[in-house]
Nanobody, 123 residues
Framework: QVQLVESGGGLVQAGGSLRLSCATS?????????MGWFRQAPGKEREFVAV?????????SYADSVKGRFTISRENAKNTVYLQMNSLKPEDTAVYYC??????????????WGQGTQVTVSS
């Protein structure tokens, strides 16, 4: 069974950058899967961060809070999705989750979820 595995989280100072990766384990996902990133801060509900639509080279969509600072991208040859995070703020601190859905952009009921990777931004 295909699983999503995130990596790249860590501790960074405000204004710094991190790149998260989401790779597959146990198989591959075709380009027909929409991919996305979500995050959950302590005491808060999981929220949308960024998604990429399922067709190759598809459009992207971002939460207003990260627009202009975060970039989602996909490398089909490596079956990996990235989230480049620049100009990080303390309020970006959360566990970041990768998600995938077949033939649609993932939402709260996505087909697949990763285990999450912690991002902590110090002030």
């Amino acid at each position: 069974q295909v699983q999503l595995v995130e990596s790249g989280g860590g501790l960074v100072q405000a204004g710094g950058s991190l790149r998260l990766s989401c790779a597959t384990s146990g198989g591959t996902l075709s380009s027909s899967y929409g991919m996305g990133w979500f995050r959950q801060a302590p005491g808060k509900e999981r929220e949308f961060v960024a998604v990429m639509s399922w067709w190759t080279g598809g459009r992207t969509s971002y939460a207003d809070s990260v627009k202009g600072r975060f970039t989602i991208s996909r490398e089909n040859a490596k079956n990996t999705v990235y989230l480049q995070m620049n100009s990080l703020k303390p309020e970006d601190t959360a566990v970041y989750y990768c998600a995938a859905s077949y033939l649609k952009t993932p939402g709260p009921s996505a087909d697949l979820w990763g285990q999450g990777t912690q991002v902590t931004v110090s002030s």
